[in-house]
């Protein structure tokens, strides 16, 4: 990681964060929360941000690891970065599919 835990998160990025309390937010401690959003919802300014501050290492660490990237930004990122995307786990096949309809 860059920067220092002291930083604050730009104000541009708390409407990405509705579910938490967006002051509680720190930056090294829950990076991986923070990445994972603007990764998902960011725009350019904010993607910029994200990569000044975790650099691109501690992000493909996020896109490889969670489970619960929007498939088409997970898509985006592998391609963005040049990864596997059968090492990606939110691209992967899910244990026990959930069936909807008349297979329920």
């Not at 910029?48 to 990122?77: C, H, S």
């Amino acid at each position: 990681m860059k920067q220092n835990n002291k930083m604050q998160l730009p104000e541009a990025l708390r409407s990405y964060f509705w579910d938490v309390k967006f002051e509680d937010l720190k930056i090294k401690k829950h990076a991986f929360l923070i990445i994972k959003r603007v990764l998902d919802r960011g725009n350019l300014t904010d993607i910029r941000w994200l990569i000044r501050t975790y650099g691109k290492e501690e992000i493909i660490k996020v896109v490889i690891q969670t489970k619960d990237l929007a498939r088409p930004t997970a898509n985006f990122w592998a391609d963005i970065f040049g990864l596997n995307k059968n090492q990606i786990a939110c691209l992967q096949k899910p244990y026990s599919p959930i069936h909807f309809g008349l297979s329920s």
